[in-house]
């Protein structure tokens, strides 16, 4: 787990889960520091051990990309984090979970990551038709061209158990 514990908000000190790799190196990097207590800085100078200048990151963020070959105007503490928040929406993760990773305050401003990452909520609207319906169907299968899934199941204009539109209308 990662805990931020300062924050420009309450909603910000939070604690957030960490993957698999990104656990892994860590854990290769904490050999290499002497800071190592509870109250020390997990990234810092290496022999002083205070918080890293944000100028210094900056440079050395905008030296990286450089190299790299990447062109254009960065913003390496926003930038990172705005893409870190938008691949994490592209996962499927849900809206509350993306919200509080991030630690916002708000739905609306989580809202930018998801229409960003193009989420669609595809496996929250399957998860809903098996709840209400008890199975499951595929939707990749049994449509037209048009993306239109049909099922042996539902009524059509032509089933005569299918009400007509005016008597729809008039109830």
């Not at 929406?89 to 401003?109: C, D, E, K, V, Y």
Request: a negative charge; charged letters at 25%.
């Amino acid at each position: 787990m990662l805990r931020v514990a300062e924050s420009k908000s309450e909603e910000g000190k939070r604690s957030i889960a960490l993957s698999p790799a990104l656990v892994d190196a860590l854990a290769c990097h904490y050999p290499r520091t002497a800071f190592r207590g509870d109250d020390e800085l997990v990234f810092c100078h290496p022999k002083r051990g205070f918080r890293i200048d944000g100028v210094w990151y900056a440079g050395e963020v905008r030296a990286a990309l450089a190299s790299a070959g990447v062109e254009g105007y960065v913003r390496p503490f926003h930038d990172a984090r705005h893409g870190a928040l938008t691949n994490m929406a592209a996962t499927s993760a849900s809206p509350t979970a993306l919200m509080a990773t991030a630690g916002h305050g708000s739905m609306a401003t989580t809202k930018q990551y998801l229409h960003l990452a193009g989420v669609v909520f595809r496996g929250e609207a399957e998860a809903l038709e098996q709840r209400l319906l008890g199975t499951a169907r595929d939707s990749r299968s049994n449509g037209d061209q048009m993306g239109r899934t049909f099922y042996p199941s539902e009524p059509t204009s032509d089933d005569p158990a299918e009400p007509e539109a005016s008597e729809q209308a008039g109830s």
